[in-house]
C-alpha cells in the first residue's frame, strides 16, 4: 500500500500538471470590429504589422482625410527616415521597397498610436500565430473590415499585390457578440439592413 501511495501521488502530479495548462483572460470586447490574422509561429508581430500596413493605404486611398487633417511634416519625416533605415538594410537580402514599406507603416502606427488615434491595433489574445486586429469603431462605420478585407484580397488576386510574406489568413469580423441566439439576431440587424434592405423589418421584428 505503501508503494500505491507513492503512486497516488504521481498521478496526483500529472492530474495537477495538466490543470496547470496557461489560459489567457483576454476577450475580444462585444461590438469591436477588426481582423482576425493568422500566420506561421513566430511571425505574428510582422504579419500584423503587414496587414495593418495594407488596410491603412487602402482605406486612406478610398477615404482620403480633409485637406489639412494630416501633419505633413510629420508624414514627410517619416518618410525620410523610412528611405534611410531601408538603405541601410537592403544590402541584407529582401527588396528595398518592401522594406520602405514595411518600415514606414511602423512609423506611421508608432505616430498614430502616440496620439491615440491608430486606425487599427493588435488585440493581445494569447494565441500563437492567430491574432485579432481592431478597427476603430468611427473608421468601421465609413468602411466595414469585410468591405476592406475584400478590396484588399481583390486587388492582390487582380494586380498581385499587396502581399503580405508571412499572413496566411485575414478573416473580417464587423461585429463581435455573445454567443447566444438573442445577441447574435441583434448582432445581425445592420448586417441584414445593409445587404438584404427588403428583409430588414421582418429581421428587426424576430429579433425584438
Known amino acids: 500500500r ?12 500529472k492530474r495537477g500538471k495538466w490543470r496547470q495548462t496557461g489560459f489567457s483572460s483576454s476577450a475580444i470586447p462585444y461590438g469591436t470590429s477588426g481582423v482576425i490574422v493568422t500566420s506561421d509561429q513566430g511571425k505574428e508581430s510582422r504579419a500584423v504589422r503587414d496587414i495593418i500596413g495594407h488596410l491603412n493605404d487602402i482605406f486612406d486611398e478610398l477615404h482620403p482625410a480633409p485637406a489639412g487633417a494630416g501633419d505633413g511634416a510629420a508624414d514627410d519625416d517619416a518618410a525620410k527616415k523610412a528611405g534611410d533605415d531601408a538603405k541601410k538594410t537592403g544590402g541584407g537580402g529582401g527588396d ?3 522594406l520602405l514599406a514595411a518600415e514606414l507603416s511602423s512609423l506611421k502606427e508608432e505616430a498614430a498610436d502616440k496620439d491615440g488615434k491608430a486606425r487599427f491595433k493588435m488585440l493581445n489574445l494569447d494565441f500563437k500565430a492567430c491574432m485579432f486586429v481592431t478597427m476603430a469603431k468611427e473608421d468601421a462605420a465609413t468602411m466595414l473590415p469585410s468591405d476592406l478585407v475584400r478590396e484588399m484580397l481583390t486587388r492582390t488576386r487582380d494586380k498581385g499585390a499587396p502581399r503580405s510574406r508571412h499572413s496566411l489568413r485575414v478573416v473580417p469580423v464587423d461585429t463581435v457578440c455573445f454567443a447566444g441566439v438573442p445577441e447574435i439576431k441583434k ?4 448586417i441584414i439592413a445593409k445587404y438584404f434592405p427588403s428583409a430588414a423589418p421582418a429581421a428587426a421584428a424576430a429579433a425584438a
Open 2 to 13: 505503501g508503494g500505491g501511495g507513492g503512486g497516488g501521488d504521481k498521478r496526483g502530479g
Open 96 to 98: 528595398v521597397s518592401d
Open 187 to 190: 448582432a445581425l440587424i445592420p
